[in-house]
């Protein structure tokens, strides 16, 4: 069974910088597709940004240019430049395997994936 853990969120200033880590203990994040996702208050969870098996991503406009996803064999990351308000959120990493497949024309959605951690507070003070 695949654990995944969030860690890094926190309160930072409008413009500040901020690196998400999912931890995944039980399996290697290799065999997995990956994703960032985000809810804020009252809104329903979006995908922020996914990483597929072969390293091909795909990145929510909204975010583009600033966030980017990466992975390492037991860690998924999220590196978040120029934060603004609207970033405001639970960050939740999921993944799956063998599918979803995250590619330039198709980011999976949330109910795809089989994996799931508690998530992590970002808050973005402007």
């Known amino acids: 069974q695949l654990l995944l853990v969030e860690s890094g969120g926190g309160l930072v200033q409008a413009g500040g910088s901020l690196r998400l880590s999912c931890i995944a203990a039980?399996?290697?994040?290799?065999?997995?597709?990956v994703a960032w996702f985000r809810q804020a208050p009252g809104k329903e969870r979006e995908g922020v940004s996914c990483?597929?098996?072969?390293?091909a991503t795909n990145t929510a406009d909204a975010v583009k240019g600033r966030f980017t996803i990466s992975r390492e064999e037991n860690t998924a990351y999220l590196q978040m430049n120029n934060l603004e308000s609207a970033d405001t959120a639970v960050y939740y990493c999921?993944?799956?395997?063998?599918?979803?497949?995250?590619?330039?024309?198709?980011?999976?959605?949330?109910?795809?994936?089989?994996?799931g951690g508690q998530g992590t507070q970002v808050t973005v003070s402007s």
């Open positions: 999921l993944a799956g395997s063998p599918l979803p497949d995250c590619s330039r024309s198709y980011f999976p959605r949330s109910n795809e994936y089989h994996h």
């Open positions: 990483i597929s098996r072969s390293g």
């Open positions: 039980g399996g290697t994040l290799n065999y997995y597709t």
